[in-house]
């Protein structure tokens, strides 16, 4: 019996003939099926590049503004032996741009975890917290740049993307971090929640001092283990959404889909403040959805308003069919939560299907005018990033269109200030995108106050970046 089947055995305490079932009905090893037909998620640009490179002095087209100092760096899966069961089991891969004096460089690292050493799968990385994938967002806190993934800890790198080592804070996490903490622009906590199927507590809170020392971690009641991917905070709370995808032991050991959509099971935000505990929150029915990535929540009198990317189903298709299709991809709803009442009035925003939303980092938790997204193509069978990146005046409920092209595909808006002390107003939108005219990925620099012009530049990235996940802008 080998080390991982005894973690195995200890963390579910299952009969070893039910184990044995569940193990055989994941899918098989990368080994075993690398030549058969590809799935979505490592074709076109979703395909993982080989080489890690580093150059200097890219071409662009245009001028990038001389007030941008600092670096880009966007994480995704990028299997390392080619396959990967899941778009989201492929080894994280950083890209950074970086940008000084009007010139950009470039470099490309892999995470290099055990996950990544051993070339692990899906089931061989989910018993060591520290077998992380690390390949979902990447952050900056406390001098320490953090590379995430939902379901183990996170992963520091240095300056030059090089791996230090997985990080626990000085032993006080036990669990795993979600890959969407957020960054408060007060106080500089860092807060977060890791969530987790297998057994109880289901859901843990976290929050982290300025300094990086975690002061406080408390257990959270749900009824049944679900997905979370993310989540949001404000001034005084921090909002949970317990959304019925529901993970289902039996159906996995059966071979099935281990996640399910269950609206009969319900749906709630969990409000809590955000030095409370469980007995605190405040639990508000929400219709059944689905939601990915919220934009962004703020208070104001006793409410509690958010904009979130809703999704009327999540995974109808099974595991694999993450987005794809009118009632899996995100739209713009506005949730208003009273909470003297204890009520949340949901209404939709806009029409256009989008995702990875994001907003202004010093306006997290805040009250933010402008909020961008990327849109995602809601007619394609699979997850298919869109033509348009999004800006939304979220005071007027209005949107501005910035068309990347025929055959560009877009990557995650991230907003750049032009100073540190600049309005929301005074600053660009970067993304990586995907010009298929040309198969090359470039890194566009988009003025927020003409969203629907050309961007200012354009810079022409030295080897093709596929499709990702989520990133941060590190000025100087
Ligand atoms: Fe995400």
Redesign the pocket.
């Known amino acids: 019996m080998n080390i991982q089947t005894v973690a195995t055995k200890l963390l579910l305490k299952l009969p070893q003939p039910i184990l044995n079932k569940l193990m055989k009905s994941m899918p098989k090893s990368n080994k075993d099926i690398k030549n058969s037909e590809k799935p979505w998620h490592l074709k076109g640009n979703w395909a993982p590049v080989e080489e890690e490179i580093e150059i200097q002095n890219l071409e662009t087209i245009g001028e990038i503004p001389k007030e941008i100092n600092g670096k880009y760096i966007r994480n995704g899966m990028n299997p390392v032996s080619g396959y990967s069961d899941h778009w989201f089991f492929g080894n994280g891969m950083l890209h950074s741009v970086e940008i000084k004096d009007g010139k950009a460089s470039y470099k490309n690292k892999y995470v290099k975890t055990p996950y990544y050493e051993k070339d692990m799968g899906m089931m061989e990385g989910s018993f060591d917290l520290k077998a992380s994938p690390a390949n979902?967002?990447v952050i900056r806190h406390a001098d320490k740049i953090l590379t995430l993934e939902?379901a183990h800890f996170p992963w520091v790198v240095d300056d030059d993307l090089e791996t230090m080592g997985s990080h626990d804070f000085n032993g006080k996490l036990n669990g795993p971090m979600t890959?969407?903490p957020r960054v408060c622009p007060e106080t500089n906590e860092l807060l977060f929640f890791g969530y987790q199927m297998m057994k109880k507590p289901y859901l843990t809170y976290h929050r982290v001092s300025s300094e990086g020392e975690l002061v406080q971690s408390e257990e959270i009641d749900i009824p049944r283990p679900v997905m979370m991917?993310?989540w949001n905070i404000t001034k005084n709370y921090v909002i949970f959404m317990d959304l019925p995808l529901v993970f289902d032991l039996d159906q996995a050991v059966s071979g099935a889909d281990p996640f399910g959509f269950r609206p009969e099971c319900g749906a709630r935000l969990g409000v809590m403040p955000r030095d409370g505990s469980n007995k605190d929150i405040k639990w508000i029915d929400i219709n059944p959805c689905f939601v990915?990535?919220p934009m962004n929540a703020y208070e104001e009198d006793n409410k509690i308003i958010l904009h979130v990317c809703r999704q009327n189903k999540a995974m109808v298709g099974g595991m694999n069919e993450i987005y794809g299709g009118k009632d899996t991809t995100g739209k713009l709803w506005k949730w208003t939560i009273d909470l003297d009442k204890e009520t949340c009035e949901e209404e939709q925003v806009d029409n256009k299907a989008c995702d990875?939303a994001r907003v202004d980092d010093r306006l997290v938790g805040l009250k933010a005018k402008n909020g961008y997204a990327m849109a995602i193509d809601e007619n394609a069978k699979t997850l298919t990033f869109g033509q348009f990146l999004y800006k939304f005046n979220l005071e007027k409920n209005e949107r501005i269109d910035h068309d990347l092209g025929e055959n560009v595909f877009g990557g995650e808006p991230v907003f750049v200030p032009k100073s540190n002390d600049s309005s929301e107003d005074e600053g660009w939108i970067m993304a990586i995108v995907f010009d298929k005219n040309i198969n090359k990925s470039k890194l566009i620099i988009v003025d927020v106050e003409n969203f629907d012009k050309k961007p200012v530049c354009e810079v022409i990235l030295p080897q093709r970046v596929p499709f990702g996940?989520?990133g941060s802008w590190l000025s100087n």
């Open positions: 979902t967002h939902e890959a969407h991917h993310d990915f990535h990875f996940a989520h």
